[in-house]
Each structure stands twice: as structure tokens, then as C-alpha cells.
């Protein structure tokens, strides 16, 4: 049972460039979230899905998209990379609303240079 | 959605007990207390969840006075391996507005020295 899992693990950027970081949970999950950490900052929510097709806004969502197409993933994507998107990013993942128990990814570990 | 505090750090030495409180003044019926815990690097891994009164578990136990206006965490007889940040999270049961807006705060670094 593979949890909560992030690709890639790291990535260097250039300012400007995009990309997608990827996050799929195989526990059939209803709830998926995004957050990014940055150093004495704590964890801050980026964005939140309670179910396919249903996305929503968190604290931080400002230079971010996501889409929700499937139970499994939910990607997160940069559409224009600045370097105040260095971070690293936790996707988590939970039944129903997750406000139960929250499931944890490893961690992309992102700098925008 | 209720705003958290709870203190930034606290020290502790091996063997004794910590407790950690977090204050949550605008809870909601609707609303539990969780936290969670994070050791460096990676992501943060779920201890405890209540609603009032005492919930104990294998690792923690869970304070909440009947206001349910704080928490307490308390960790008995800490080791170095409990070094970690802890988070105190009000989330949203359903029915709410705020149902998966899950805010974690700064949280509160533990340092336990032998």
C-alpha cells in the first residue's frame, strides 16, 4: 500500500517556466490538499478538493492551479514559476473532508531560481 | 473558521512529561480539535483527535476543558525521538462552511534534551 505519493521529489525552475507537481493517493480518498512550507512558516493550504470535479481555495492560492478529474490524483501546477514559489509542497490526503485524519505525501522539495 | 495559538517552542528533557496548550477561542459546535506531528523532512503524521473532556491514545492524550475554548497535548515521558513541531488543528465536521479547510499554523517546536 503506496499511501500518498509525490513526484518528482525535487525540481530546479527558472523563473518563469512551468510545471506540474504530482500527487496520487491509492486509499480512495474523497479529500486531497496542497500546502506549501517554507522556513518558520508552518504549513500554509494552497488549494483543497473534497471530491472529483470539486476544487477549492486555501490561504495561499495565488500562482497556483489544480484540477480534480479523478478520485486518485490531484496535480498542482505552475503556471509561470517565481522565485517566491521556492518551497517545499506537501500533498495530504483524507476520507470524506479529511477532517478525520489527514494522509501525508513525502514532500517536493521546489526552488525557482 | 477558528484562529489556533499555541506557543512557538518549548524545551523538555528526556523522561519528564510535556504539555502543550493551544488556545481556539472561536470553536464551533461543529468543530474538533487535532493535531499532528512533524519531525524534518517530512510530512506531517496525525496523533490525536477530540471533541471534549479526555481522549487518550497509545501515543498522546487530549485535554478539553467543557468551554472547548483550548487543548492541552500531552506527551508523557518524552524521548529525544519526540523532538518535533507539533500542530493544533480546529477542523470542521459537516455542515460547516469551512468543511476541508484544514489550517495548520506555525505550530510549536518541541526540543527534548537528554
Known amino acids: 500500500n503506496a499511501g500518498v505519493t509525490q513526484t518528482p521529489k525535487f525540481q530546479v525552475l527558472k523563473t518563469g517556466q512551468s510545471m506540474t507537481l504530482q500527487c496520487a493517493q491509492d486509499?480512495?480518498?474523497?479529500?486531497m490538499s496542497w500546502y506549501r512550507q517554507d522556513p518558520g512558516m508552518g504549513l500554509r493550504l494552497i488549494h483543497y478538493?473534497?471530491?472529483?470535479?470539486?476544487?477549492d481555495q486555501g490561504e495561499v492560492p495565488n500562482g497556483y492551479n489544480v484540477s480534480r478529474s479523478t478520485t486518485e490524483d490531484f496535480p498542482l501546477r505552475l503556471l509561470s514559476a517565481a522565485p517566491s514559489q521556492t518551497s517545499v509542497y506537501f500533498c495530504?490526503?483524507?476520507?470524506?473532508?479529511?477532517?478525520?485524519?489527514?494522509?501525508f505525501g513525502s514532500g517536493t522539495q521546489l526552488s525557482v531560481l | 473558521l477558528a484562529k489556533t495559538t499555541q506557543p512557538i517552542s518549548m524545551d523538555s528533557y528526556e523522561g519528564q512529561e510535556v504539555n502543550i496548550t493551544c488556545s481556539h477561542n472561536n470553536i464551533a459546535t461543529n468543530d474538533y480539535i487535532t493535531w499532528y506531528q512533524q519531525f524534518p523532512s517530512q510530512g506531517p503524521r496525525f496523533i490525536i483527535q477530540g471533541y471534549k473532556t479526555k481522549v487518550t491514545n497509545e501515543v498522546a492524550s487530549l485535554f478539553i476543558p467543557a468551554d472547548r475554548k483550548s487543548s492541552t497535548l500531552s506527551l508523557p515521558r518524552v524521548s529525544l525521538s519526540d523532538t518535533a513541531v507539533y500542530y493544533c488543528?480546529?477542523?470542521?465536521?459537516?455542515?460547516?462552511?469551512?468543511?476541508?479547510?484544514?489550517?495548520f499554523g506555525q505550530g510549536t517546536t518541541l526540543q527534548v534534551k537528554p
Open positions: 478538493s473534497v471530491g472529483a470535479g470539486i476544487t
Open positions: 486509499m480512495n480518498h474523497e479529500y
Open positions: 488543528l480546529v477542523t470542521s465536521g459537516h455542515g460547516s462552511s469551512n468543511t476541508g479547510k484544514l489550517i
Open positions: 495530504a490526503s483524507g476520507l470524506r473532508t479529511g477532517f478525520e485524519k489527514l494522509f
